[in-house]
Each structure stands twice: as C-alpha cells, then as structure tokens.
C-alpha cells in the first residue's frame, strides 16, 4: 500500500468515525461518478444524503487571512465534478489535512485516541470554470471543520432545501 | 448496467415505475427533485424530475439499487422491467430449472434447444392469427428482442412487441398512441394461451383419450414443430421444470382475466414426448378453398370467443375427406343454413393434415370465409396445393 492509499484510509476513517457519532450511514459506489462516499441520515426525514470527494495531503499551507484558510491544489478532474451545479444531491469536498509522517497520524491516549490533524469541507458548487489543465488551488476555511455538529447542521439544511447552497 | 440505455428511460417513465410499485413521494424540492419513499421499509430515494441533470444516470442506478433491495428483486430483474417501459413491449420469461444446472452457466447445445424452442412457440401464435394480419410473422419476430440471461437458472427473456401498424418502419412505438388492444398484444395473449390450453391437456392426458386430446391441440393450430420444440425445453432426459410468464407492458392496458403465468413440471415430459410420438407429422397448406358438403355442427360457447367446429366430407381427387373446421359465429350460421338445405358449401382457410399414429386428420383452423353453393355442384376440388397434400397420404380414415 502506498502512501496515497494510506491517507485516502485515514480521511475514510476519520469521515466515518464522525458519521458513527451522530448515527449516519455511509456507502462507496461501485461505479465511478467522481464521488468517494455517500453518507446517509437515515433518521431524517427524507434520508438526505451528501457525496463527499474525499482527499488527503501532507502538503498544504495555512494562510492567515481576514480568516484562516487551507490552501490545497485540486485536480482539475476533481473540481469540474464539484463546481457542477445541476445535480440532485449537495456534493462536497472532504479534505484530510495530515502530518507527513505516518507514525504519529494516530496516538493512543488513556482513554482516549487521538488523530492528527483534522478534516474539512467546503462546497464548490457554481465556483467559475478553469482552463486549468493539471490542478486549481482552492481555499477551505479553517472554519469548516467537520465534526459532528458541523455533519448535523449539513444534513438538517439538506433535509430541508434539498441543497447546501 | 450495460444493458440498460440510460437516455431512453426517462423522467416521467421512471416517476411511473415507482408508481407502479406502489412508491410515493413525501417531499419534492425547488430544485427539481422528488424524494420517493417505499411501500416496504420506508426506504427513500431521490429522483430528479428531468433527465437534464448532470447525475440523472446516477439517480437511474440508485432507483436499480434500492428498489432490488426493497422489492426483493435482482437488480438484473430491475434493469429487465426498467427496459420494458421504454421498449414499450410484453415480456415474456422463460425459466428452465433443474439439479444440474449451475449458476451463471448454460451450456451451448441447451442454449439452442431453449432459444429455438421459444421461437417456434412464438410462431405458433403468430401463425393463429398471421390470416387475419398480413405481414405479421415478419414484422413481429423483426420486432422481437432478446433480454439478457440471468445469474442462477436458464432464463430467456424476449421482449415482445406490441405493434399496432404492420406496414411502418418505426421500431418504437410512442407510449400515447395505444388504443386498444394491438395486434401485437393479441399475439402474446395467443402465445400465453397456447401454452396453457397444452397444459389442460397434459393433465388430461391418459392412454385412451389420447387421439382426442390431439385432435383438441390441432384444432388450436399446433403443429408438429411447436410440439417438439415444447418437448425439447423439458431438456434431453426431461428431467427439468420449465415455466413461462408473461409480464405485460404498462402502455397498454393489462388483460383483464388474462393468465399470465404457466408451469410445467419434469412429470409433464413424459406425456409431451408421448403427444410427440403420437403426433408424427403435420402438414400446412395456407389459403385454400374446398368445396363440400356438411356434415356435423358443433358449437362451444365456454370460449371467450363463441366458436363452432363444422365437419365436412370433400372429394379431393378421387379421396373422400372429412375436415374438422373451426369458425366463428357467421361462419357458422352459413355452415348451418347449408347443413339444413343440404347444399355444398364453399369453403377458404389453412388446411392441415395431421398423421397421429395410424390415423390421418385432417382440420381447418380459422375459416376465413363460408359461402353457400346455390345449384348443383359443377366445379370439382381441382386446387394443385390439395391433391398434393392429400396424394401424400396412403388413405384417408374417417
């Protein structure tokens, strides 16, 4: 397994352990249509569901702005699925920020685990076209950290609208 | 999902598939999208309201998934039924089963025995009505498509079409011009009919009433052909169940009191091989006319559709002849204006010749037309098609 696989794991973990917390349900899809994961709230009315494109990297940067933001190079591939805004269901970026060595991805605590350093969202939804050929450097806010609260409120507004945005 | 073509199932074709499944909606959304819920276990799924969306495809495989596993169905039986809405067609099933077939396997020689023996059951029935439809055997077996086969038993699946017009090129038919029954559907009505009269009798079957019940199936237009191919189905050492089941396409209203489903058992093989045995040969002659004299009337109103079978006696040649024939209710009332008048009659439709045993027959199924001889009798039976059917046979009993 490489170091790629590895990360693509670790983001699947994280994303799912949060999904476990909060009593959503998740699949992969057999075919490709440019999405990682599908979690389900079942306990909603209307079982809303989000794609989620699930990345993770070791190299990224921070930047300070008005507010703090990731700064990632997508694959173009990646992010003409993600800007489409003619689809049934809300789809997101996932990104797994991790530190470059392995070992201390995950640190066992009493009574407690610990993983570094976190995942986030952002929805890409209707951003402009690129003439990109290779990647496009997108910003997720450090704000949007997905969480359990953070997966609650999505799905709230998903069972509701139909929609994120 | 190859098999499926995504852009030929559309918005409101999957919106009426749920339906007929009993699935609602419980909310839809500005964007365009309905969220459907199941009868079952409340399952949801949602389904945009026009193919226009860029994971329209994605939403198709979803409604595959969820239903399989809500209606508790194979995703391939999904895709079938799915494929079935948009052709616009019957489907018709056959299920061979037995111990030594395995899974996802069917050998070449059983595949050809399974594939033949539908397409001469299939124009058993077109045949049955191809005198009241020109052109029908060639347009209705163009028109047929073969489904995929099924992981697990043999199963054929042929998509049969409806066909309301003979004469034009279209292959599809639009899902609002089906009024009415439609030649194609009296075909499949015929086909599934065929199959389970055949049926009746094989539970009626024993040595002594055997000849009659063969004459029964002859009088509905079975061939030698068809009864060899129905006897290969039940496989080489007949040791295998078989059933046919029609699933009727919903642009077209579904028969009411129609049965759609027969079984055969591995025990019906014996006695299909005897009707086999029994039945030696049969020998067609399409669109002739006889002149003769009546001799017996029988009418049978428990059909769906009053018949009566007439007896005539007929020189052909120098042999005398006697020909069941089965006529509608006109038909009839002429047959028995002549019987009373004691006239000759003139007589059209498909004359078959049956040897069953030692025995010859001779029917006629589907009388086109009757027409009463006024005066004497001056033309003899001099057609070249009937003087080669009957010089072929030793002697005639009657």
């Given at each position: ?165 | ?163 309301n017009e003979l004469d034009t090129d279209s292959k599809q038919l639009q899902l609002d011009n089906l009024d009415g029954e439609t030649i194609g559907r009296k075909v499949n009505k015929t086909l599934i009919n065929r199959l389970i009269k055949l049926k ?87 669109g002739v006319s006889i002149f003769a004299r009546v001799v017996g009337l029988k009418r049978d109103h428990a059909l769906e559709e009053t018949t009566g079978t007439v007896t005539i006696k007929s020189d052909i040649g120098d042999i005398e002849c006697t020909i069941k024939a089965e006529m509608d209710d006109v038909c009839y009332a002429i047959a028995n204006d ?61």
């Amino acid at each position: 397994m490489d170091l790629n696989h590895q990360m693509e794991l670790m983001n699947v973990s994280m994303t799912t352990a949060i999904c476990a917390q909060i009593g959503c349900t998740w699949s992969k899809r057999e075919q490709d249509f440019g999405i990682d994961l599908q979690i389900h709230g079942e306990t909603f009315e209307t079982d809303p569901q989000i794609d989620f494109q699930l990345k993770a990297t070791t190299k990224f940067s921070i930047i300070n702005e008005k507010n703090s933001v990731i700064k990632y190079a997508l694959d173009v591939k990646n992010y003409r699925d993600l800007i489409k805004t003619n689809v049934r269901k809300p789809r997101l970026l996932c990104l797994a920020i991790l530190p470059k060595d392995p070992k201390i991805w995950i640190k066992q605590h009493p009574y407690q685990i610990e993983l570094k350093y976190g995942i986030y969202w952002v929805d890409l939804k209707g951003q402009p076209s690129t003439s990109n050929s290779e990647t496009i450097t997108i910003s997720i806010p450090l704000s949007n950290k997905l969480d359990s609260i953070a997966l609650t409120n999505l799905m709230e507004v998903v069972n509701e609208k139909g929609a994120i945005s | 999902m190859k098999t499926l073509d995504y852009n030929l199932v559309k918005a409101d074709a999957l919106e009426y598939f749920l339906l007929s499944y009993g699935w609602v909606v419980v909310k839809s959304f500005k964007n365009g999208v309905d969220v459907w819920k199941s009868k079952r276990n409340q399952k949801k799924v949602w389904v945009p309201k026009d193919c226009t969306f860029d994971d329209y495809e994605e939403a198709i495989e979803e409604v595959i998934d969820v239903l399989a596993f809500e209606e508790q169905l194979s995703s391939e039986e999904v895709v079938l039924r799915l494929k079935q809405l948009y052709l616009a067609k019957d489907l018709l099933q056959i299920r061979v089963d037995a111990s030594d077939i395995k899974s996802g396997n069917i050998s070449f020689n059983d595949g050809v025995h399974v594939f033949n023996s539908l397409k001469d059951i299939m124009l058993g029935a077109v045949k049955e009505l191809s005198g009241s439809f020109k052109g029908l055997k060639s347009k209705f077996m163009l028109d047929t498509d073969l489904g995929q086969t099924a992981v697990g038993s043999y199963i054929v699946n042929a998509y049969l079409p409806l066909l309301n017009e003979l004469d034009t090129d279209s292959k599809q038919l639009q899902l609002d011009n089906l009024d009415g029954e439609t030649i194609g559907r009296k075909v499949n009505k015929t086909l599934i009919n065929r199959l389970i009269k055949l049926k009746k009798i094989i539970d009626h079957y024993s040595d002594t009433n055997s000849n009659v019940l063969i004459q029964e199936l002859l009088t509905i237009g079975y061939t030698k052909q068809e009864c060899n191919a129905v006897e290969k189905l039940f496989g080489e050492v007949g040791n295998r169940d078989w059933q046919v089941k029609v699933l009727w396409s919903h642009v077209q209203q579904e028969p009411s009191n129609q049965v759609s489903f027969v079984e055969f058992s591995k025990n019906d093989a014996v006695i299909v091989r005897k009707i086999s045995e029994k039945l030696k040969s049969t020998d067609v002659r399409e669109g002739v006319s006889i002149f003769a004299r009546v001799v017996g009337l029988k009418r049978d109103h428990a059909l769906e559709e009053t018949t009566g079978t007439v007896t005539i006696k007929s020189d052909i040649g120098d042999i005398e002849c006697t020909i069941k024939a089965e006529m509608d209710d006109v038909c009839y009332a002429i047959a028995n204006d002549a019987h009373k008048r004691k006239k000759y009659v003139k007589i059209e439709g498909n004359l078959l010749k049956a040897r069953i045993g030692k025995l010859k027959r001779f029917f006629m199924r589907k009388v086109t037309s009757v027409e009463v001889v006024e005066g004497d009798l001056d033309i003899l039976n001099e057609d070249p098609q009937l003087l080669l059917l009957v010089s072929n046979s030793d002697s005639v009993e009657n």
